[in-house]
């Protein structure tokens, strides 16, 4: 066997590697979500399984950014089960590029999510130079994730890379506020960590369903399912935060 196919065979072996990986840390993660969501709020078991989700997100995220990366390189030879299936540049593009934007999305939440209430007492240390590399990094992957979309004529690129955009955007808005509201903070990481659960279960259901039944991959549902979910915890969540400010301002009035 030529030098050739052994690098062929090692880039294989080394993207099912970080596969399988990603589907566990991935699965972890996914359970782990629905505990401080759906438990007590700021107990001891919320700061476990949230620290559970977190670190597991945040691996996940990095073994994604590695798989989108040699897809990029290489699509037929990380996908070979989709040959004859999809051309090189489909592949590149939904497991190339828009995973590259998908997995920097997912870091970037659980980052940003965890440092808001990490630093809810010290809103400006929350601009580390880390959390604003990943807004612009973020802002990079959307932006070549859309033009790619446009290229090759994939919308669903486009409008995940519209999520992206509005990630930056509203993390911006909220990190050079001068003076935020006294729960502001627990509301941005209610949106950053319930939208790093909703980026794990879209992987789930539309990367997952590509060799279960590629036909759903693309399908708007597939997308929407974990979407709509998301964003109805997400508001209602803080929607739950700004009834009990004002109810705790009331009874001190």
Same mark, same amino acid.
């Given at each position: 066997? @030529? *030098?050739?196919?052994?690098? @062929?065979?090692?880039? #294989?072996? =080394?993207?099912?590697? =970080?596969?399988? *990986?990603?589907?566990?840390?991935?699965?972890?993660?996914?359970?782990?979500? !629905?505990?401080?969501?759906?438990? /007590?709020?700021?107990?001891?078991?919320?700061?476990?399984?949230?620290?559970?989700?977190?670190?597991? =997100?945040?691996?996940?995220?990095?073994?994604?950014?590695?798989?989108? #990366? *040699?897809? #990029?390189?290489?699509?037929? +030879?990380?996908?070979?089960? $989709?040959? +004859? &299936?999809?051309?090189?540049?489909?592949?590149?593009?939904?497991?190339? %590029?828009?995973?590259?934007?998908?997995?920097? #999305?997912?870091?970037? *939440?659980? %980052?940003?999510? %965890?440092?808001?209430?990490?630093? /809810?007492?010290?809103?400006?240390?929350? &601009?580390?130079?880390?959390?604003?590399?990943?807004?612009?990094?973020?802002?990079?992957?959307?932006?070549?994730?859309?033009? @790619?979309?446009?290229?090759?004529?994939?919308?669903?690129?486009?409008?995940?890379?519209?999520?992206?955009?509005?990630?930056?955007?509203?993390?911006?808005?909220?990190? %050079? &506020?001068?003076?935020?509201?006294? $729960? @502001? !903070? =627990?509301?941005?990481?209610?949106?950053?960590?319930?939208?790093?659960?909703?980026?794990?279960?879209?992987?789930?259901?539309?990367? +997952?369903?590509? /060799?279960?039944?590629?036909?759903?991959?693309l399908h708007p549902v597939t997308w929407a399912i974990p979407l709509v979910t998301g964003i109805a915890l997400i508001v209602w969540?803080?929607?739950?935060?700004?009834?009990?400010?004002?109810? /705790?301002?009331?009874?001190?009035?």
């Open positions: 066997m @030529d *030098l050739s196919k052994l690098l @062929d065979l090692a880039e #294989l072996d =080394l993207f099912h590697t =970080l596969v399988l *990986l990603h589907i566990f840390t991935g699965a972890t993660g996914a359970i782990a979500f !629905w505990v401080p969501v759906i438990g /007590r709020k700021g107990g001891a078991n919320h700061k476990l399984w949230g620290l559970v989700f977190n670190t597991c =997100l945040l691996v996940t995220g990095l073994l994604a950014l590695g798989m989108s #990366l *040699l897809t #990029l390189r290489d699509p037929f +030879g990380t996908h070979p089960h $989709l040959v +004859g &299936r999809f051309e090189a540049e489909f592949i590149r593009g939904l497991f190339g %590029w828009m995973m590259l934007h998908n997995a920097i #999305l997912t870091v970037n *939440l659980v %980052w940003y999510g %965890w440092l808001c209430v990490r630093n /809810r007492r010290d809103h400006a240390a929350n &601009r580390t130079p880390l959390n604003r590399a990943l807004q612009w990094l973020l802002l990079a992957a959307a932006i070549a994730c859309a033009a @790619d979309g446009w290229r090759i004529g994939q919308p669903l690129m486009i409008g995940i890379a519209v999520v992206g955009v509005a990630t930056v955007a509203t993390n911006w808005w909220f990190l %050079w &506020r001068d003076n935020p509201g006294p $729960l @502001d !903070w =627990l509301k941005e990481h209610i949106k950053a960590l319930v939208g790093a659960g909703i980026s794990v279960y879209t992987a789930f259901f539309a990367f +997952g369903s590509v /060799r279960i039944m590629p036909v759903l991959a969540h803080q929607r739950k935060v700004t009834l009990g400010l004002r109810a /705790r301002r009331a009874a001190a009035a």
